[in-house]
């Protein structure tokens, strides 16, 4: 699939979701990063090490009055409203999702989700890749309204197939985030594209 077009730029938020210690998660951002970018889009990286999610007490949309909400609250709604869509790309802390993932993820209401696709890359040192986490987040971005993408990658031994700097040693690799990202570009096309011509349901889930 070719680059998209000026036209079709999409704007991106790629969500990261682990904090420990030797985290794999840098090397698999370099190379999503690079092949979202390669196909012109913009990226904004929510990163939980960088923007410190504190632990969740009251997200945005408990607050009946937004400007009573912090500065850097308000300001991260807008950029994932603005937002065509969701890459979340997450480890697997003992056959789930990582606490540092939910907690920024529900720091928001279904509002900045809600119709718009979401795709899945995880990975895990072991065989599996993550399946787990990536099926349970399945449920988490279908209760909050997203259009779960098709394809999913698993990247499993992602120490061994991933070097430090995201290339991979695995061909494999690169083909099913290229196959991901295509199916995102519909999606994110199509849905940004009907909700401008047809608005959105008036009754929202």
């Known amino acids: 699939m070719m680059a998209a077009s000026s036209a079709n730029k999409m704007k991106f938020v790629l ?3 682990s904090v420990r210690e030797n985290r794999m998660c840098d090397r698999v951002a370099k ?4 092949k979202l970018l390669a196909s012109n889009h913009e ?3 929510y990163d939980p090490v960088n923007k410190e999610f504190p632990l969740l007490f009251k997200p945005i949309h408990f607050y009946s009055d937004r400007s009573e909400a912090p500065e850097w609250l308000i300001e991260a709604e807008k950029q994932l409203l603005d937002a065509d869509g969701f890459v979340i790309l997450s480890a697997e802390y003992n056959r789930c999702i990582p606490p540092a993932l939910t907690n920024m993820i529900n720091h928001f209401g279904a509002n900045v989700y809600r119709y718009k696709p979401c795709a899945f890359i995880t990975y895990s040192l072991g065989r599996f890749g993550g399946c787990c986490a990536a099926m349970q987040l399945g449920d988490m971005m279908t209760e909050l309204g997203s259009t779960i993408v098709p394809s999913r990658v698993y990247i499993s031994h992602v120490n061994n197939v991933l070097s430090e700097d995201g290339t991979p040693q695995d061909e494999h690799i690169e083909k099913e985030i290229q196959k991901l990202i295509n199916q995102l570009d519909w999606y994110a096309l199509a849905l940004k594209n009907h909700k401008e ?8 889930l």
């Open 43 to 45: 990226v904004i990286l």
């Open 31 to 34: 190379l999503v990063q690079k």
């Open 197 to 204: 011509r047809y608005g959105l349901p008036s009754q929202p």
């Open 15 to 17: 969500m990261l979701g």
